[in-house]
């Protein structure tokens, strides 16, 4: 059995103490939902103050990216994966789409990172999807197949115990526009088929695969319901303790 993961990404909100404030605002929200790991992802400067606050709770913390590097060094800027394990971070996320297009991430960088990632002991939450042209023209599939080839390349079975995949279609992230289920399932059946070819039929079973995108109370359902997802990382949705709870708790 899969455990599904509900995850919140906070890209670049709330000053501290409005970070502070949600989280502790979900904290009753969710506190008997134990059928799922809840992960929020606040900016950096939140992460230590709310992952002591959330202590001991079932919400997990996770940094929105990290360095390629866990040495310490001359990377100004950088934050290495061990320095946000050692604030409390359990999971990283990695080569979410806003990184790849704003800041010029690719899938060597995504894959170092994960690498670094691992090393340090955090879960890596792994962003791929296409953008519309590319679904226009036919190539999701096989843009989101090089994706997981070159950002999970080298990985051991091992390692990917650790790695949770979210397909991400670039088209839904913000827009309101979501996969509709059926886009959701096919994509997500071709990501294990993906991985099974790359990792092994054990490792593809077991592998986690979040969609994101647009995902709101009124649509976690649904989207939930298909066999290959399981769970979801959640943007605006995720920015207001109530309607995140909604998600987490949709089974309720
Ligand atoms: P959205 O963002 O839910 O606001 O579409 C999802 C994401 O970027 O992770």
Aim: hydrophobic fraction near 40%.
């Amino acid at each position: 059995m899969r455990k599904p993961v509900i995850a919140g990404n906070w890209k670049m909100y709330k000053l501290l103490s409005e970070a502070v404030d949600t989280a502790l605002r979900l904290k009753p929200l969710v506190a008997n939902a134990n059928h799922c790991e809840i992960v929020i992802a606040p900016v950096f400067t939140a992460l230590k103050t709310v992952a002591d606050r959330l202590e001991g709770s079932n919400i997990k913390v996770a940094s929105q990216d990290c360095a390629a590097q866990n040495e310490f060094g001359a990377h100004t800027g950088e934050v290495a994966p061990v320095m946000l394990k050692d604030v409390g971070c359990s999971y990283a996320i990695i080569g979410h789409s806003e990184r790849r297009q704003i800041y010029g991430e690719t899938d060597a960088s995504v894959n170092a990172k994960t690498k670094a990632a691992l090393s340090a002991d955090l879960k890596a939450i792994v962003c791929v999807g296409e953008h519309l042209s590319e679904r226009e023209a036919g190539s999701a599939n096989s843009v989101v197949e090089t994706q997981l080839n070159k950002g999970l390349e080298g990985l051991t079975v091992d390692d990917m115990e650790r790695i949770i995949i979210a397909y991400e279609p670039v088209w839904a992230i913000g827009t309101g526009k979501t996969a509709t289920p059926e886009q959701a399932q096919e994509m997500h059946g071709h990501i294990r088929q993906t991985v099974a070819k790359t990792h092994g039929d054990a490792v593809a079973k077991d592998v986690r695969i979040l969609y994101g995108g647009s995902v709101k109370p009124d649509n976690i359902a649904e989207l939930m319901s298909q066999e290959d997802v399981d769970g979801a990382l959640v943007g605006g949705a995720s920015l207001e303790a109530d309607s995140f709870a909604k998600i987490v708790n949709f089974e309720k």
